[in-house]
């Protein structure tokens, strides 16, 4: 068996290959990400072995730079794993490459991980999956978004209207939006009047026994507020800008939820019946381990996730369980601890 090692990057990757005793079996080759580079990788793999069945290819996931490269190599009939960089890493350290980094060393590292390691043959998601899983990662991005936007608002406002934050439950609901979208500073609410200003938190919330209240109450804390003057045009554009930002990223946010709820329904339902788990949770669950049948068993699917727990033991001292490794998927276990503290928290079981 000849075992291939290929080191991706973003125009260029380099291939190496050992035999089954780690004997590297030719100088590594680089190549283009093209489809002329990836006949050259073809027709170099051709030159070391007569069929794809003798020979193993294996490759880090850089990014989303593999995916190219792995699809051409299965369309030719080669058996390619995507590796741990842990396991790489490993070698590295067992051969005294540890301050040696560039493309050819690595691929050979690669082939060695390859040859000495436990892995299995990667499979790409379907159609469906692959769809879930670049949805559920784009909506937690844009959620990140949105909270970056709020803070940034958040602190604005403690700097120039800090009495503001006590005012309604959340400073980002429909009512408070609607102030925060036309005169979020002192300065513009002591020209606006009470009226006006109930009004506009009236259509947004659909509260309108309440907006004289809240009118009333942000003209108080507006007229006595210990907030700073200066830099407070800039601050007020800050703010509505702002505003406008999240309001934009909310919406985007709805729809790709619509979208993920969609797919989950076609893809698989039966997620939503553990408790705790939400689409949301579901889409990114499920998209994130694919095909469950790749995983030998249960705790491969535990080490997949990083939720497996760290061993320390030398001699007669074994600390027992420690912390979780966290080497898996960083999404697959946010989604997870993410249902888990949801059921503990709602469901009575």
């Not at 979208?259 to 990114?284: F, H, K």
């Not at 030398?314 to 949801?342: E, V």
């Amino acid at each position: 068996m000849i075992y291939a090692g290929v080191d991706i990057a973003k125009t260029d990757h380099v291939i190496g290959a050992v035999d089954e005793r780690g004997a590297e079996m030719c100088p590594p080759m680089p190549f283009k990400n093209t489809e002329a580079g990836l006949e050259r990788a073809v027709a170099w793999l051709e030159g070391l072995a007569g069929s794809p069945s003798d020979v193993v290819v294996g490759m880090e996931a850089t990014g989303h730079y593999w995916m190219a490269c792995y699809s051409f190599l299965v369309a030719r009939g080669y058996s390619v794993a995507v590796i741990n960089p842990m396991q790489v890493k490993a070698v590295r350290k067992l051969k005294g490459l540890d301050k040696v980094k560039n493309d050819r060393v690595d691929a050979g590292l690669i082939a060695e991980a390859l040859r000495i390691g436990q892995y299995d043959e990667t499979r790409l998601a379907t159609d469906e999956v692959a769809s879930l899983r670049s949805l559920s990662r784009y909506l937690q991005s844009l959620r990140g978004m949105v909270a970056e936007l709020k803070t940034q608002c958040i602190c604005l406002m403690d700097a120039h209207f800090p009495e503001y934050a006590g005012i309604f439950s959340d400073m980002f609901g429909a009512g408070s939006r609607a102030v925060l979208s036309k005169s979020p500073l002192p300065f513009e609410l002591a020209r606006r009047r009470a009226d006006s200003l109930a009004r506009d938190i009236a259509e947004a919330s659909r509260s309108g026994g309440k907006s004289s209240g809240y009118a009333a109450k942000i003209k108080a804390a507006a007229k006595s507020s210990i907030g700073v003057r200066l830099g407070q045009e800039a601050a007020s554009f800050q703010v509505k800008s702002l505003i406008r930002q999240i309001e934009f990223a909310d919406s985007e946010c709805a729809g790709v939820e619509a979208r993920l709820r969609s797919l989950l329904d076609e893809v698989e339902p039966l997620v939503l019946t553990i408790p705790g788990v939400s689409y949301v949770t579901g889409a990114q669950i499920v998209s994130e381990i694919g095909d469950v049948s790749r995983f030998r068993n249960a705790p491969a699917l535990v080490s997949y996730a990083g939720l497996n727990s760290s061993v320390s033991q030398s001699g007669q001292f074994d600390s027992g369980g420690g912390p979780i490794t966290k080497h898996g998927s960083p999404y697959l276990r946010r989604a997870l601890w993410l249902a888990a503290n949801r059921a503990r928290q709602y469901d009575p079981g």
